[in-house]
Nanobody
Framework: QLQLVESGGGLVQPGGSLRLSCAASGFTLGNYAIGWFRQVPGREREGVSCISPGGGTTKYADSVNGRFISSRDNAKNTVFLQMMGLRPEDTAVYYC??????????????????WGPGTQVTVSS
């Protein structure tokens, strides 16, 4: 069975940091690009970042560029999202998922599948 599980969310003050983890089971994570997404109730899901299978390529939404860093440890079947300089607007449930990967586009912030259950990130205002 293919499964992803997010962890690491919590409540932080503006300007604080969190490190989210996306742990895989049932497949070799290193074969897949992984994206991070977030969603607030009543709003459209937003693509946050993606990382290519080997970790050589990352992409970020403009809203988080320069503040978030995605990385991975394929030996541990885990992808990370280091979140810095958090703002109240970053409050959301964060999800990881498999995303498309091609030679032309090693990762994409869309088309997620094998979604995890999500982890809540709350930034106080």
């Amino acid at each position: 069975q293919l499964q992803l599980v997010e962890s690491g969310g919590g409540l932080v003050q503006p300007g604080g940091s969190l490190r989210l983890s996306c742990a895989a089971s049932g497949f070799t994570l290193g074969n897949y690009a992984i994206g991070w997404f977030r969603q607030v109730p009543g709003r459209e899901r937003e693509g946050v970042s993606c990382i290519s299978p080997g970790g050589g390529t990352t992409k970020y939404a403009d809203s988080v560029n320069g503040r978030f860093i995605s990385s991975r440890d394929n030996a541990k079947n885990t992808v990370f999202l280091q979140m810095m300089g958090l703002r109240p607007e970053d409050t959301a449930v964060y999800y990881c998922a498999q995303v498309p990967s091609t030679i032309e586009a090693p990762c994409a912030i869309y088309g997620g599948r094998f979604w995890g259950p999500g982890t809540q990130v709350t930034v106080s205002s």
